[in-house]
């Protein structure tokens, strides 16, 4: 476990592009963010007790994300109808639901991505390789934050870190995302997830 981690760090700070790259606009992230409606790639989660999840990771802007967790995990978040729901592959009970708006990961999936709006960012730095972006829903901070690490030279998005209410970190690093690629409607479809375990 401790070498996987290890690597994964390792992979952290080899995402980078140039050094002494420049601080990348607010507008020119947004307009990345904008520039996609669906994308897919692998990732690999750390999770707020240290364990480790991969995976496979599909979006479909607005409103609408899929979390495929590899075995032995098994479990599935999904993101539709306003809603993010977490099927623990252990658990025989339907998923634990919350409103997709009372989390960070609404402010990417929103249908028009503006970080300039008014207190959404409350940070925004560059390590001379990457630019971060911490930015929370301004109406409602206690719902949390997601810090987004951007590249450079072309602009991609390559983690993200959400930390919950209660203080909680869980990371996401991306691999190479594909965009534009079609999705089927049933990807999100909750109630019929639902309907498929029972």
């Known amino acids: ?3 996987r981690l290890a690597s994964i760090l390792a992979l952290t700070l080899t ?3 140039p050094a002494s790259a420049e601080k990348i606009s607010l507008n020119a992230l947004s307009n990345y963010l904008n520039g996609f409606e669906t994308a897919s790639g692998e990732f690999t989660q750390i999770n707020a007790d240290g364990t480790i999840s991969t995976g ?3 979006i479909q802007r607005p409103g609408r994300a899929r ?5 032995p995990d098994n479990s599935l978040v999904m993101a539709g109808g306003g809603t993010v729901a977490i099927f623990d592959a252990k658990s025989n009970t339907g998923s634990t639901q919350y409103p997709l708006r009372q989390t960070p990961l609404s402010i990417i999936l ?3 991505v503006n970080l300039s709006q008014a207190r959404m960012v409350v940070a925004h730095t560059t390590d001379g390789k990457t630019t971060s ?3 929370q829903d301004p109406e409602n901070p206690e719902y949390g934050t997601i810090r987004l690490v951007f590249t450079p030279d072309p602009v991609e998005l390559r983690q993200w870190v959400i930390t919950d209410g209660a203080g909680d970190e869980t990371t996401v690093i991306l691999g190479e995302l594909q965009t534009g690629t079609r ?3 049933s990807l999100f479809d909750i109630i019929r997830e639902e309907a498929r375990r029972n």
């Open 56 to 58: 496979k990771v599909y």
């Open 15 to 17: 995402l980078a592009g």
């Open 183 to 185: 999705m089927p409607s």
């Open 110 to 112: 929103q249908k028009n």
């Open 67 to 71: 979390f495929e967790y590899n075995p």
């Open 133 to 135: 972006v911490v930015a």
């Open 1 to 3: 476990m401790m070498k």
